[in-house]
């Protein structure tokens, strides 16, 4: 029996899951003209309330590859985001005319409420809590250039109270992959204390060690991986831009913190990236940094996400 399945969070995705997208995905890639057809008559509708450059294209992009369609929706100008309609009425509506959801929202309660309403499968494109997508695209990154999970560590540097850092540590743990987070002290850029939890246990199964320091060398030391993410999310408010500069910084990922990793340590970062901020210009432009096979990966990933949750459906 098929049972519909969103993808809201990776906390309650199984591996095999996971892996099963990630197949998918390298598929795709290889041979794109395979799917050209999957998504024949089919439609998402991506709903937007902060602004995209890589979630917004790859998604149409996807979408048209596989000759189906999608259809923006500004959150801004919809009934939705005025007041004048409810979260429920939006979604029913919406179940009746398309076949795949998609949401880019700020608070991550809104799409749970969204997936608990919905008669089609929901895809979070990011809340301020996760961005389970992004993850995927990162995992098949990583596999792409290590080859392989097991045994790989990934070290994230800067603000880790943040839907990027969340969904790696989801990710990571389930795959078998290391990770050390390395932010300042104090709540305010500290991953959620659930979060950390939830990644300790699957590390537990997995064979993947959880690790949180405040000592930006101790976490990148031997990395495979050093990932990092804007200290400005969206959702950040711009009044807090220089407490936030003074206190990031030492995590900042500079040629001395790559030189520590592993000598063929490759560099992430999700993008959009300040050059001079959470990386110099130096890393993201130089020969470790893999930040456009991210990019890419997020069409690859994507396409297979709505393959597989059709496919469910
Ligand atoms: N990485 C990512 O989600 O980018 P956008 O904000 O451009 O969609
Ligand atoms: N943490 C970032 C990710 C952008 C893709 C943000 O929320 O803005």
Request: glycine share 6%; proline share 5%.
């Amino acid at each position: 029996m098929k049972t519909m399945i969103h993808l809201i969070t990776l906390k309650n995705w199984a591996r095999e899951q996971i892996e099963e997208v990630l197949d998918l995905a390298a598929d795709m890639k290889k041979v794109p003209e395979k799917f050209q057809d999957a998504m024949r008559g089919k439609v998402l509708v991506m709903i937007f309330e902060k602004p995209s450059l890589r979630t917004r294209v790859s998604f149409e992009t996807g979408m048209c590859q596989m000759g189906g369609d999608a259809i923006y929706y500004d959150m801004s100008t919809s009934p939705l985001g005025m007041g004048k309609e409810t979260i429920h009425d939006t979604i029913r509506t919406l179940s009746r005319y398309v076949d795949l959801i998609m949401a880019r929202l700020y608070e991550h309660e809104k799409i749970e409420e969204m997936a608990k309403y919905s008669e089609i499968p929901v895809i979070n494109g990011l809340t301020n809590f996760s961005h389970p997508c992004q993850a995927l695209a990162d995992l098949l990154t990583v596999r792409d250039h290590k080859g392989s999970f097991k045994g790989r560590t990934l070290a994230y540097l800067g603000d880790a109270k943040n839907n990027v850092t969340h969904s790696l540590l989801y990710g990571c743990s389930k795959m078998g992959v290391n990770i050390r987070v390395g932010c300042p002290e104090g709540e305010d850029y500290s991953p959620l204390p659930e979060v950390l939890s939830s990644a300790l246990e699957a590390g537990k199964q997995s064979g993947a060690s959880v690790k949180v320091t405040h000592n930006p060398f101790e976490a990148v030391e031997g990395a495979d991986i050093i990932y990092t993410d804007s200290w400005m999310s969206y959702h950040i408010p711009p009044e807090e831009l220089e407490a936030r500069v003074k206190a990031l910084t030492p995590f900042q990922v500079d040629a001395k913190k790559m030189a520590l990793g592993a000598p063929d340590a490759i560099f992430m970062n999700c993008l959009p990236a300040l050059r001079g901020c959470e990386q110099t210009a130096e890393v993201i432009d130089g020969p470790h940094s893999v930040v456009f096979d991210q990019a890419e990966n997020r069409l690859h990933t994507q396409k297979a996400i709505m393959v597989k949750l059709l496919e469910e459906a």
